[in-house]
């Protein structure tokens, strides 16, 4: 199993530019969620998903947009980009949407925004 | 809202000893609360879970207390090695048991 996998790993983007942050699973997990590691601040929830075709906000959902059409994919867009969205962006899955799931982490995808 | 807290200051410790992590919350009571790994340019890596009727886990090396009196979790890590240098992060969930809180990490340094 490659476990949680994301794309791409670096990124450079214009303020206003538009991107996908592409993030998969093959462990066929239900829960799926994005958060924002930021020096000092820590990692926080942008949005999750509890299965395909349910999304919900996290704590810093605004400027993203997800949408979960498979159970493997949970793809993280920004519209227009910000150097505010500069940040390390993580995706993580687990099998179920109790609190006692390991969540399972991806390598992280790293935004700069110019 | 809920709240986190784990000490930013690094922990700096003699390879062999014992590391405490500290972690308190606040304006809620976790039903479970979780403690990850975090090396440099990676993402977290799940350790231990304990649940609120558990005062303590263990695993290996590892152990956790849950005081939800104090509203505290401690993590150990006994013997420790300098490869168990890394950031420790505690989380729990909120909202239903869907979205996952987390601190900003404790990081922490072996030497030789």
């Known amino acids: 199993n490659a476990g949680v996998t994301q794309t791409p790993k670096f990124q450079v983007l214009k303020t206003g530019q538009s991107m996908t942050l592409q993030c998969a699973q093959d462990m066929n997990h239900e829960y799926m969620s994005w958060y924002r590691q930021d020096p000092g601040m820590g990692l926080r929830l942008i949005h999750y998903?509890?299965?395909?075709?349910?999304?919900d906000q996290g704590e810093v959902p605004n400027g993203y947009n997800v949408s979960r059409s498979t159970t493997e994919d949970f793809p993280l867009r920004l519209l227009s980009a910000a150097p505010s969205q500069t940040s390390v962006y993580f995706c993580?899955?687990?099998?179920?949407?109790?609190?006692?799931?390991?969540?399972?982490f991806g390598p992280g995808t790293r935004l700069l925004v110019l | 809202s809920q709240k986190i807290e784990q000490n930013s200051e690094a922990l700096n410790i003699q390879e062999g000893k014992t590391a405490t992590l500290t972690c308190n919350y606040t304006n809620y009571s976790p039903a479970y609360l979780q403690w990850y790994r975090q090396d440099p340019g990676r993402g977290p890596v799940f350790l231990l879970l304990?649940?609120?009727?558990?005062k303590e886990k263990r695993k290996e090396r590892l152990k956790v207390t849950f005081d939800t009196t104090l509203k505290q979790s401690l993590f150990h890590i006994t013997a420790s090695q300098p490869a168990d240098s890394a950031t420790y992060l505690c989380a729990f969930f909120t909202g239903g048991g869907n979205k996952l809180t987390f601190g900003t990490g404790t990081q922490l340094k072996v030497e030789l």
């Open positions: 304990i649940r609120e009727n558990e």
């Open positions: 998903s509890v299965g395909a075709g349910i999304t």
């Open positions: 993580a899955s687990s099998s179920g949407l109790a609190a006692q799931e390991t969540q399972y």
